[in-house]
């Protein structure tokens, strides 16, 4: 049995936007590095239409997400490949704010879209309520967190749209030069990127080495300004727009090792400069000796991230499956160290029925700015963020795909998959009554994607 580069690129998308969600860190590096199952060369002459919605539901009521994703893929006989992909998607839900749960009621203030009001008290939105800054005419809005829960901002609701766009066009001798862009806007954020591709085949086509480079444009705009680092969180309006800049560099490998085994090793090089900071997420002042909440600041972040990965992906073709053994390790000059191993099987029921279990581990070590909060009367850090992303945590993925093909061309799937992060709930540090309180926010989610695909000449 001869390996065959598989197709999948929008399962395979919507896993990266699954695992984004599910993680935070590394995601770039990972959408950087081409997945050894994104190719589609088999479609040589087809045109293929891949459809698939995405359900994401966090525990506890927080981030809900539903993804629509559509993508057309034309394959002309030569080689040349143009492919464009729609995506809508629409995330709500309660997202942790920052701030150290403590054994008494907590009150957060911030800026609110109803600006004018005099009211003192003129409307409650969920938990939220609009009130009037004392001596001026600005509403903020108000909300309460209960003693002993994680303080979470139920106000969250976003949606983003967005375009990606890609040719690859190929030369007499074989070699193939790919250009690309996208662009995706939401309410208080927007991206646009530019990359250029080029890859040779050599050996009689057994062995393919490939470069690529990225440029990303980011605009970070909330409706109420970006705050300026390390202040105290108020109901006042901020600063205006911040950007950022991403370049990442991929430059990989792909050997088909004999008739049953394809490898390909990537490396990946980033840097991302500007305003990486939460606008949204703020972190706890405590008491040195109670744990007693003092105030609550904007959190910060700095200004430049260096990022290198090295993936190695494995496809194995044994006794009738087909297995995906990879294994990627990640650096970044925030202090972040992490490692994942991923491992599906793919699994013949009968000519048209399989199933492919998975299961992925990912353990990060914390970034060297990651506080669980701030003392009262101590001199301030440089940087300082409470984000669960940044802390120190193992995270495990269970997946298992349902597949039919239905005829020729055409598959219909079904994936469900089941995440959960574990951490340091109670750190030995700790003061005061803080010791109590459970202190890592990490993730519990599940997610389904449906998905159809189908091809035509």
């Known amino acids: 049995m001869q390996l065959r580069k598989r197709k999948g690129r929008l399962t395979a998308a919507l896993g990266l936007m699954t695992a984004g969600l599910f993680a935070g860190a590394g995601v770039h590096a990972q959408q950087a590095s081409q997945n050894i199952n994104d190719d589609t060369s088999t479609d040589a002459g087809l045109t293929r239409v891949d ?69 003192t008290v003129t409307s409650a939105s969920g938990n939220s309520t609009l009130v009037t800054i004392p001596g001026t005419d600005v509403t903020a809005r108000q909300y309460t967190v209960a ?10 609701r976003d949606q983003r749209y967005a375009i990606d766009l890609g040719y690859t066009g190929t030369r007499d001798n074989g070699d193939r030069l790919s250009i690309g862009g996208s ?32 440029f990303e444009s980011d605009t970070s705009k909330p409706f109420f300004g970006t705050p300026e680092p390390l202040t105290q969180m108020s ?34 090089l980033g840097d991302t400069s500007g305003y990486q900071t939460d606008p949204y997420r703020i972190i706890s002042v405590v008491n040195g000796e109670s744990g007693a909440p003092v105030r609550y600041l904007y959190e910060s972040r700095p ?37 994942t191993l991923e491992v599906a099987e793919r699994i013949p029921l009968t000519s048209f029925l399989y199933v492919e279990p998975s299961y992925r581990y990912y353990h990060q070590t914390k970034a060297n700015f990651f506080r669980d909060y701030l003392i009262d009367g101590q001199a301030l850090p440089e940087n300082a963020s409470s984000d669960s992303r940044l802390a120190s945590f193992d995270a495990s ?61």
């Open 235 to 268: 109901g006042t309006l901020k600063g205006g727009n911040r950007q950022k800049t991403v370049v990442d560099l991929v430059a990989g490998v792909s050997q088909v090792m004999n008739r049953y085994w394809l490898m390909q090793v990537n490396y990946s």
């Open 147 to 156: 003693a002993d829960t994680l303080p979470v901002d139920s106000g969250f």
């Open 303 to 339: 200004g430049s991230r260096l990022r290198q990965s090295l993936y190695i992906g494995n496809k194995l073709a044994l006794w009738g499956t087909v297995a995906d053994v990879s294994a990627r390790l990640y650096h970044d000059s925030w202090g972040i160290n992490a490692e």
């Open 51 to 119: 459809t698939a919605i995405l359900f994401y539901q966090e525990a506890g009521g927080r981030v809900k997400a539903t993804e629509p994703v559509a993508s057309f893929t034309l394959n002309d006989d030569s080689g040349d490949v143009l492919h464009v992909k729609l995506t809508a998607d629409t995330l709500t839900g309660a997202t942790p704010n920052g701030a150290a749960p403590w054994t008494h009621d907590q009150t957060f203030i911030t800026p609110s879209k109803t600006q004018g009001q005099k009211t």
């Open 183 to 214: 662009y995706s806007s939401e309410r208080d954020y927007s991206s646009m990127s530019a990359n250029v591709g080029y890859a040779r085949d050599f050996n009689d086509k057994n062995t393919t080495a490939s470069v690529a480079l990225n």
């Open 397 to 457: 993925t269970i997946g298992l795909k349902l597949g039919m093909r239905l005829r020729g061309n055409d598959e219909l799937y079904l994936r469900a998959a089941s995440y959960q992060q574990t951490g340091t709930s109670h750190p030995s540090y700790a003061v005061g009554d803080l010791k109590q309180e459970n202190l890592f926010t990490g993730v519990k989610a599940t997610s389904v994607i449906l998905g159809y695909s189908f091809a035509f000449y």
